[in-house]
């Protein structure tokens, strides 16, 4: 990665250091009270209408925009084609299933909200290429060495490390660092910082960890295209040669194929030269 073989140009917004805890118009809402269009925690109709971005949204979770259905999309065949390019040996494996990943999208039906049909295919294509990437095809559940750091940022004094707990990454998004698990434990009803390990136990809340990440930090940058989803997620990607960036832009654009849906207008303000 010191040669520089490619360089990465992200036409947008695209400053910005690993996200932290989720504050006011990032939403990180408690379990029964919803997060509104505008990132908003609330329990009533302006919060928990339309354009419900997670929690007990009164609209319902099977369809995204355009008036697609999540599940029609995610198929059977969409879901086991990346998971079975992973190792039989895999923990993943037997881990992620499709099943699970539609039970934890009812809690968060402003997925693949917003603008066309092919938008909503568009964002899912793109959070299954950051997926498949992070985890190489559904084979990691927890990170390779993770436990050899605890990821406690101390500097978090509302979200304080549990003694003898680690934050490394888990899960479909890989989840890291104390204030991430304190936030989604939070939003999502488990207790992050005292039982980090349910992201690696449990696949539906494994899955919704990562849906919350998404929905909070990368959701609201879809619009400026999917360099923009690199940023939000993996902001070292985005400068000088980056292999990471290549590869994440090769699922995106496989998937979108196979989702008979062209890459969109702003895949083209990323240059890979």
């Known amino acids: 990665m010191a040669i520089k073989l490619v360089a990465i140009l992200l036409v947008g917004v695209l400053a910005g250091a690993l996200p932290g805890p989720a504050l006011a118009q990032n939403c990180g809402c408690g379990a029964s009270v919803c997060c509104s269009q505008y990132g908003y925690c609330g329990t009533t109709k302006d919060y928990c209408g339309a354009g419900c971005l997670a929690g007990p949204c009164y609209s319902s979770s099977s369809s995204s925009g355009g008036g697609v259905s999540v599940s029609d999309i995610v198929t059977k065949d969409f879901f ?10 895999c923990p993943g494996r037997s881990f992620y299933t499709r099943s699970a990943f539609l039970r934890a999208v009812n809690s968060y039906p402003g997925f693949g909200q917003g603008g066309s049909s092919d938008d909503s295919k568009r964002e899912i294509a793109a959070f299954f ?7 190489d095809h559904f084979c990691s559940v927890e990170a390779t060495n993770g436990s050899s750091d605890n990821f406690c940022d101390t500097s978090s004094t509302k979200y304080d490390c549990a003694p003898g707990k ?3 990454g888990r899960g479909p998004i890989q989840i890291t660092w104390n204030y991430n698990y304190g936030a989604a434990g939070e939003s999502i009803g488990f207790d992050g910082l005292n039982n980090p390990e349910v992201v690696a136990n449990d696949s539906v809340v494994s899955f919704k960890t990562a849906l919350w990440f998404w929905m909070n930090y990368v959701h609201p940058a879809i619009g400026q295209g999917f360099g923009a989803t690199i940023n939000a997620l993996n ?8 292999k990471i960036a290549k590869a994440r832009l090769n699922f995106y654009q496989e998937y979108c194929n196979q989702l ?14």
Do not use: R
Not at 129 to 135: E, I, Q
Not at 235 to 242: F, I, K, Y
Not at 260 to 272: E, F, L, Q
């Open 80 to 89: 086991n084609g990346i998971l079975d390019q992973a190792s039989q040996k």
């Open 166 to 168: 680690s934050y490394y």
């Open 235 to 242: 902001p070292e990607a985005c400068h000088g040669e980056n």
């Open 260 to 273: 008979g849906v062209s890459t969109g207008y702003y895949y083209n303000k990323v240059h890979i030269f």
């Open 129 to 135: 290429a950051h997926v498949t990437h992070l985890t």
